[in-house]
Structures are given as structure tokens and as C-alpha cells.
């Protein structure tokens, strides 16, 4: 009991000596009907629904989010995972250097914005894909991003409640850092 903790939308395991510290998160099935005349048995997206402490609850679909990134990685030569993972670096860099709060960028955030870039942009250099992302992104209307699920818009109906005015002033950061 000493090592279980409860917290905002999981309980937190700590680790013991051979075993690493795990996030477990309560939730509950949910069906999204993309149709009002929908067959209820095989018709409907798979999600999970979570209820936090502080909050209403969350609707959030997992294996989607996990098949379309793996769909847009196969499309970008397999670029489009580690353009992402160059992002939260230079995420973590720029909070090291004051730019960016703690908190603020989240990484599901970032990922969801590399998501919306065009294929073409995931060129083969380190380097020059992420400074190309970086300026797709900077430039871009961001309105109408897809959160990486494809049923929620990023800047509406996602329920990370982002908005564009605070995405861009951490691209901005970034460009920075």
C-alpha cells in the first residue's frame, strides 16, 4: 500500500527492486457510432473513457491513435516516430533554457502537430526534416489539425483543450531553442 498512490488520472505503482514504476489508468469501453443508424454490434470505434479527479470525463481512442501513427510512419520512410522524438528534445531543451514551462507542451501535444505535417517534408537529413517540420508548422493554419485519431480536431473537440494561440507560441520556442 506504501508504494500505490492515487493520482489526477491513474494510480501510480512505484517500483520495487526488479520492477519499474507503472501508471495504471481506470477506464471503461466506449463506442463511437460514426452513424445515428449504426449496427450496435459491429459498427462503432473502439476508445476508452477516463473519469480524473479533477475534471469531467475524457473520451480518448487509443488503438487508433496507435494505428494512424504507424500508418504515417510507413508513409514518411519511417521518419515521422523520430521527427517526434526530435520535437520532445527540443521541447526539453527549451524548458532547460526558460522558453517553455514545464507542462506546457505536452508530448502528446507535439505529436499530434508533427501528425499534420505533410509526407513530403519528412526528408531524409536529420537535421533539414526538422527544420522543415519546424517551419511547416510555424506557418501553417493549424485550425482544422487532426488530433493523430482522426476523430477529434486538435483546437476543438480533443480533450487536451488546446488551442492554437498557445501551440504556436511553443513552436515558436522551439524555433528558438
Known sequence: AARVRRRNKCIRVDAVTGYVDADVV???????YRRPDADLDRDFV????????????IVNFPKEHLANG??????????????VRQ????????????????????GYLLECLVYNVPNEKFVAGDSERLQDVLLWLK???????????????????DPGNFNVEAAQQILDSLWIA
Open 26 to 32: 481506470p477506464s471503461l469501453e466506449y463506442r463511437w
Open 46 to 57: 473502439q476508445g476508452v473513457k477516463i473519469y480524473p479527479d479533477n475534471g469531467s470525463s
Open 70 to 83: 504507424r500508418v504515417k510512419n510507413a508513409s514518411c520512410s519511417q521518419r515521422y516516430k523520430p521527427t
Open 87 to 106: 520535437i520532445k528534445r527540443l521541447r526539453n531543451r527549451a524548458q532547460d533554457m526558460g522558453l517553455v514551462r514545464e507542462g506546457v507542451a505536452p
Open 139 to 157: 506557418w501553417a493554419d493549424k485550425e482544422h489539425f487532426s488530433s493523430c485519431d482522426e476523430i477529434h480536431t486538435l483546437f476543438g473537440t
